[in-house]
Nanobody
Framework: QVQLVESGGGLVQPGGSLRLSCAAS????????MGWYRQAPGKERELVAV???????NYADSVKGRFTISRDNAKNTVYLQMNSLKPEDTAVYFC???????????????WGQGTLVTVSS
């Protein structure tokens, strides 16, 4: 069974930086898509940045130029470097993974538990 472990959230002042990480672990699986979504209070969950199945990156317009998604394939880990943070970036950030489970086989979508990012002075 595949598991996701997220880390890196916290409190930061406007203009500051944070880096989130999300590691996938398990057996007999292949990553198809992996990335980050966020959900602010009273709002719907939205895409932040993701690696597509073709290996390309997609970003929300609101974070382009400030956030960078990267990955370490050997560690099955994605990172989200967040710079120039704004109060409106405050949200719970969720890692999202779409993978092929070779043991079944089937396509599975998995969400992390979420990590809170608070941007405030």
């Amino acid at each position: 069974q595949v598991q996701l472990v997220e880390s890196g959230g916290g409190l930061v002042q406007p203009g500051g930086s944070l880096r989130l990480s999300c590691a996938a672990s398990g057996r007999d699986f292949s990553i198809n898509v992996m990335g980050w979504y966020r959900q602010a209070p009273g709002k719907e969950r939205e895409l932040v940045a993701v690696f597509t199945s073709a290996g390309r990156t997609n970003y929300a317009d609101s974070v382009k130029g400030r956030f960078t998604i990267s990955r370490d394939n050997a560690k099955n880990t994605v990172y989200l470097q967040m710079n120039s943070l704004k109060p409106e970036d405050t949200a719970v950030y969720f890692c999202n993974l779409g993978y092929i489970d070779y043991g079944k086989p089937t396509y599975v979508e998995l969400w992390g538990q979420g990590t809170l990012v608070t941007v405030s002075s």
